[in-house]
């Protein structure tokens, strides 16, 4: 599934999918833009994001809060880290285009 990663985050294994909610939500935080780099400023704010996406596609309570995925970000292994980020990228780059032009679906 394009755009959808599975990471142990929270005490469990949490879906996280990137879709058009998600990139929204994104732009309208002003957190993306022509040329997004990973920080981790923004990762809160991508996990984040994708997990409620994931919630709503599924039709799932969120069973949590910004807050809470801040913290559990601070406790989250770093490569799942990037693994999100990496998926988050790949979800947005345009036919024929490059990594350079996601987020500006």
Known sequence: MKGYISINIGGKFRGIKFGNMALLDLISKGKIGDKTEFSFDLIVDLVYSGLVNNC??????????????????????????????????????????????????
Request: charge should be negative.
């Open 56 to 105: 709503f596609n599924k039709k799932e309570d969120v069973d949590f809060d910004f807050e809470a995925v801040a913290v559990w970000v601070d406790d989250a292994d770093f490569s799942d880290l990037m693994k999100v980020f990496e998926t988050f990228q790949s979800s947005y780059v345009l036919e024929g285009g490059s990594k350079e032009s996601a987020g500006k679906k």
